[in-house]
């Protein structure tokens, strides 16, 4: 596609229930990375991958958290056992190379928890 | 870890007027990006700004790096209503990619 693309934009679920959000970078951008932006501010990053591994996933709040990349292409942020504070918009970015070029951002999933 | 204070934290301007907002550093700057985001949808990306003094325009905006005093400033000349939304900072922090954002800026324009 054109853009990066993130399923589903909104998601409803209750409190202890496990989701998983999807990433399709733009083609052939090797680097991509998850971030977590809460109303009011900035996005926070969470992971990192450089193809198909994790190069760093220092953002991640907890165990509860995991992302995967397996063909080093589309990219799937997991939680378990959500909690209402993770209720947030979920941002994905991909980039051509890892260092110094432009990072383009998906439309982003909104996630709330109840 | 490195934060960023962008100023002001709103901004209303009458249309047509100049406008600037600033984003300051707490640590050295590797790598600045500016990003427009309106609500509920993604970041657009505006500009990358990597050396010192670099200065870099894209239609009526323009975006500055001032590595010595680790702060980055983007002026839009002439607003238009299109110019309303948050705009974000980022950083690269040392040699990772991971950006760290400010808190934004939300400007709107009135006619």
């Known amino acids: 596609g054109a853009g990066v693309s993130q399923t589903p934009s909104n998601k409803v679920t209750e409190k202890g229930k496990y989701v998983e959000l999807r990433c399709d970078p733009i083609?052939?951008?090797?680097?991509l990375y998850w971030y977590r932006q809460s109303l009011g501010q900035g996005p926070e990053f969470l992971i990192y991958?450089?193809?198909?591994?994790?190069?760093?996933d220092s953002g991640l709040p907890n165990d509860r958290f995991f992302a995967v990349r397996p063909e080093g292409s589309v990219s799937t942020l997991k939680i378990q056992r959500t909690e209402r504070g993770d209720s947030a918009v979920y941002l994905c970015?991909?980039?051509?190379?890892?260092?110094?070029?432009?990072?383009?951002f998906g439309q982003g999933t909104r996630l709330t928890v109840v | 870890s490195q934060e960023l204070e962008q100023s002001p934290q709103s901004l209303i301007v009458q249309e047509g007027k100049n406008l600037t907002i600033n984003c300051t550093s707490s640590?050295?700057?590797?790598?600045l990006y500016w990003y427009k985001q309106k609500y509920g949808e993604g970041l657009i990306f505006l500009m990358m700004?990597?050396?010192?003094?670099e200065e870099k325009s894209h239609e009526k905006i323009t975006a500055k790096l001032d590595e010595k005093k680790q702060q980055s400033s983007l002026h839009i000349t002439a607003s238009q209503p299109s110019h309303a939304g948050i705009y974000l900072c980022?950083?690269?922090?040392?040699?990772?990619?991971?950006?760290?954002f400010g808190t934004g800026t939300r400007l709107q324009v009135t006619l």
């Open positions: 700004l990597q050396k010192g003094g």
């Open positions: 991958f450089q193809g198909t591994g994790a190069a760093d």
């Open positions: 640590k050295t700057l590797y790598g």
């Open positions: 970015a991909s980039s051509l190379r890892a260092v110094n070029t432009e990072a383009f």
């Open positions: 980022g950083a690269v922090t040392g040699t990772a990619s991971k950006l760290t």
């Open positions: 083609s052939g951008h090797t680097a």
